[in-house]
């Protein structure tokens, strides 16, 4: 079967703020030359960014003796960008949902929801240690090809 | 990348005029420090004016809300100027877009804070 991958990327970069603002801006890049629109580049940047946040803050802690990896892959039907950190690992199933009443003026967690409303699918990996996520964002059928 | 913010008394209300990010890290923290000046200062009446803010991300968010919550705590109100697109949709699919008072003019916010 034919490797249907059309571009692909990786970066492995330290746990620091530059490097969430690096990863944004690669997969903002990424998403306009795989032909998503305005509306749908922002939100495929802004859910990197999350996936990024989360992998340097709360999963490698900021710890300057472990890395993040970001890879960015465009096929014909969708973009895929999976972000891994080096961390304890993450639960999904245990984040509070920050819609609930009781965490609506909580002063954080809305970065795993934002991923999940701005991307088409959102898997997580555990690596032991560490965490892996994928983001898969669909192009629609008018850009098939673009 | 960063934020900057110009401050104004308009009838007693504190108009915060913010431009830039609000994004984990500088941002995020200029607008929290912000927020405190002005409290520490002894005014409890602030508006937010958001009509330059390119983006804001989660942390950003949840900067708005622990500035919303404090001045609210303090016996204070806080209410959000001229948000942009975006900022709209981002407060919608948080359903935090009804917690904040959003004004899109600056006179009727100013007269909202004399209700």
Do not use: C, W
């Not at chain 1, 802690?61 to 096929?75: C, L, N, Q, R, V």
Request: hydrophobic residues 40%; glycine residues 8%; proline residues 3%.
């Amino acid at each position: 079967m034919a490797d249907s991958t059309t571009s692909r990327e990786s970066l492995t970069l330290d746990s620091s703020l530059a490097s969430v603002n690096r990863v944004e801006q690669v997969a903002e890049d990424y998403a306009q030359r795989a032909g998503f629109d305005e509306d749908e580049v922002p939100n495929i940047a802004m859910a990197v960014r999350e996936a990024t946040i989360n992998a340097v803050v709360h999963g490698n802690a900021y710890d300057a003796a472990k890395h993040i990896t970001a890879s960015f892959e465009t096929t014909a039907e969708a973009i895929v960008i999976r972000i891994a950190d080096q961390g304890p690992g993450l639960d999904p199933d245990t984040v509070p949902d920050p819609l609930a009443p009781e965490n609506i003026l909580r002063g954080s967690g809305r970065g795993i929801f934002l991923i999940r409303a701005f991307m088409d699918e959102v898997n997580f990996r555990q690596l032991h240690p560490g965490t892996e996520l994928t983001l898969t964002k669909r192009r629609t059928p008018a850009k098939t090809g673009t | 990348m960063s934020m900057k913010v110009k401050t104004r008394q308009v009838d007693g209300i504190t108009i915060l005029d913010l431009s830039g990010r609000i994004t984990l890290g500088e941002g995020s923290v200029t607008l929290r420090d912000a927020v405190r000046d002005v409290i520490a200062k002894g005014s409890n009446k602030i508006l937010l004016n958001l009509g330059d803010i390119s983006y804001i991300d989660s942390s950003g968010i949840g900067e708005l809300v622990s500035a919303f919550t404090t001045t609210k705590n303090g016996g204070g109100e806080l209410k959000l100027l001229n948000l942009t697109k975006k900022v709209q949709d981002l407060l919608q699919i948080t359903k935090l877009y009804t917690v904040f008072d959003i004004k899109d003019d600056e006179a009727t916010a100013i007269a909202a804070f004399n209700e």
